[in-house]
């Protein structure tokens, strides 16, 4: 099993996730220029990471312009096979703009960028405290669409406060229904706004996003 994290122009959290893969969580990890489009090394098994950033600049839309990028094509690709990818904050953007997930992420309700620790949790009730930092994480798609997500599972994560409970207070963005991350209807690509893996570390006092990052591989399969 391998991981590979492309890096765009503007990405400033690819380091942070490949040293959380490596270095907290022991996986076998390679960097992927964007640039570049040989994914021949990967197999359905392992998983491309879309890590967070301001990809090109964020020049017209958030992820516009990486959607096209020569590793994204390829990456669109390994997708559509069944290969896992993963994507965090500004990689969100860019699989909604890939159309590899459905939806898109708008300018935050407040209209200001927003970068603190906020809780998210899932299905098992457990809040979680992982940070934020974007300008444009409101989720947002029409209501046929959210019942569908919500309906077949593929809301992976809500905002919430400490105690786990879903409310209008805690979302830091004014998402849609609360909804922090999603995945597809095939559950091997999965994206999130909040930064796991800058919650992997004990010198940080929070690992959190150790959990997060290993419940979302196991259910996708990628570990045992």
């Known amino acids: 099993m391998k991981f590979g994290v492309v890096v765009f122009p503007g990405s400033n959290c690819d380091r942070d996730m490949y040293d959380a893969l490596k270095e907290d969580l022991g996986q076998d990890v390679t960097m992927l220029w964007h640039k570049d489009k040989d994914l021949s090394k990967f197999n359905t098994e392992d998983c491309i990471i879309l890590p967070g950033g301001f990809s090109y600049g964020d020049y017209l839309r958030c992820g516009a312009i990486a959607r096209f990028s020569p590793m994204m094509q390829s990456v669109i690709e390994f997708a559509n096979a ?40 899932n299905e098992s009730g457990k ?65 999130m706004m909040p930064h796991p893996e800058r919650a992997c570390s004990a010198v940080l006092g929070n690992t959190d996003g150790q959990e997060i990052i290993r419940n979302l591989l196991m259910a996708a399969q990628l570990v045992g």
């Open 82 to 121: 069944g290969g896992k990818v993963f994507g965090v904050c500004n990689g969100f953007q860019i699989l909604c703009e890939s159309h590899l997930l459905p939806g898109a992420l708008l300018r935050n309700g407040h209209q200001q960028f927003v970068c603190k620790n906020v809780f998210i949790t």
């Open 127 to 191: 809040p979680y405290k992982i940070p934020v930092a974007h300008g444009e994480g409101r989720f947002y798609a029409d209501e046929k669409t959210l019942d569908q997500l919500e309906s077949n599972d593929q809301v992976i994560f809500y905002y919430c406060d400490e105690k786990g409970k879903i409310t209008a207070e805690a979302n830091p963005n004014a998402s849609t229904r609360n909804i922090a991350g999603i995945c597809n209807e095939g559950r091997n690509v999965f994206g």
